[in-house]
């Protein structure tokens, strides 16, 4: 495993979409596990292969309860509305109120390539929904709740 740079406000990559991912190798899982350690490492609760330089549609997750790996993701469902404090890797130090919707339901392989499909609700639903918008060129700075 190897801590990754990350790619910071400005940075034109940011703003791309990425790719999805054709096949799971060796490359695949070596990206997936630097991912987490850069994100421990930066003491993230998410963190998107855009932001360390890959445009793949992939994005790891971890709110305390368990490490999640999200490839090729797919946002089936949101509900309700919830508004946090947000922040964000690639904007260190940068923390605004953003609103999200409450639950989500995503559906997605894991790093085996087995699909799942997960409800998720507060913390994690924000986490997975700011990740997946990484994937599109979006950041939570263009979601900043307006008073």
């Given amino acids: ?20 991912v054709d096949e799971i190798n060796g490359r695949i899982l070596t990206l997936i596990k630097d991912m987490f350690e850069t994100m421990y490492n930066s003491y993230g609760v998410g963190l998107a292969a855009p932001q360390v330089g890959i445009l793949k549609r992939i994005f790891v997750v971890d709110t305390g309860d368990n490490p999640l790996v999200f490839i090729n993701p797919e946002i089936l469902e ?23 919707p409450f639950k ?44």
Avoid: W, Y
């Fill in 1 to 20: 495993m190897a801590k990754r740079n990350i790619r910071f406000a400005g940075d034109e990559l940011l703003r791309k979409k990425s790719r999805p």
């Fill in 78 to 100: 949101t509900e309700g509305s919830q508004t946090d404090v947000e922040g964000c890797l690639s904007f260190p130090n940068r923390q605004e109120m953003v609103e999200r």
């Fill in 104 to 147: 989500v339901k995503v559906k997605a392989l894991n790093e085996k390539g087995e699909e799942f499909t997960l409800e998720a609700e507060e913390l994690l639903a924000r986490a997975i929904l700011h990740e997946n918008d990484h994937l599109n060129g979006v950041l939570f700075v263009d979601k900043i709740k307006k008073n």
